[in-house]
Nanobody, 124 residues
Framework: QVQLVESGGGSVQAGGSLRLSCVAS????????MSWFRQASVKEREGVAY???????VYAGSVKGRFTISRDNAKNTLYLQMNSLTPEDTAMYYC??????????????????WGRGTQVTVSS
């Protein structure tokens, strides 16, 4: 059974940093395509960043240069380092994965597995 569990969310002031973690179980982890999504209360869910099966990382324009996605295969953990946070980054952040290889931006519905989310709140 595949399970994704996020942690690391919280409340920070603008300009601060957080690191989100997503522990994956039940996957052959090292080559799985994985991504982070977020959804603010008044916005549609959006893809934030992904790491594909070749290890290539891609970011949404709104976070590029501030966020870094990475993975530790030995720990079966996906990370999202978030720096220079702004109130516009306030959202529920979700980890997602597919079983097997993947490339390019995949939508929420195309992912096979999702975590329950971790809340990030940035105050001005």
């Amino acid at each position: 059974q595949v399970q994704l569990v996020e942690s690391g969310g919280g409340s920070v002031q603008a300009g601060g940093s957080l690191r989100l973690s997503c522990v994956a179980s039940g996957l052959i982890y090292s080559s799985n395509y994985m991504s982070w999504f977020r959804q603010a209360s008044v916005k549609e869910r959006e893809g934030v960043a992904y790491i594909d099966s070749d290890g290539r990382t891609v970011y949404a324009g709104s976070v590029k240069g501030r966020f870094t996605i990475s993975r530790d295969n030995a720990k079966n953990t996906l990370y999202l380092q978030m720096n220079s946070l702004t109130p516009e980054d306030t959202a529920m952040y979700y980890c997602a994965a597919i079983r097997g290889r993947g490339y390019g931006w995949l939508t929420w519905s195309q992912m096979g597995y999702w975590g329950r989310g971790t809340q990030v709140t940035v105050s001005s």
